[in-house]
């Protein structure tokens, strides 16, 4: 994903999280970002190739984690 996207994609999850603490982390692989809050790594935005100018979010809940 470019800065311009992950920059857009950040925001709109700004938005809906309500938190600040949010940061959207380029990977090396093009189509996708990391998500963190704080240090915690939450999940993983790819972008949709279905659709352009759409992304989505995954996010995993381990058992361990609850």
């Not at 809906?16 to 935005?45: M, N, P, W």
């Amino acid at each position: 994903m470019s800065p311009t996207e992950i920059n857009k994609v950040q925001d709109y999850l700004f938005s809906i999280f309500k938190t600040k603490g949010l940061e959207v982390k380029a990977r090396k692989q093009k189509d996708s970002a990391e998500v963190f809050i704080g240090e915690e790594f939450i999940g993983v935005v790819y972008v949709d190739e279905d659709e352009e100018g759409s992304y989505m979010f995954e996010m995993a809940i381990l058992k361990e984690d609850l």
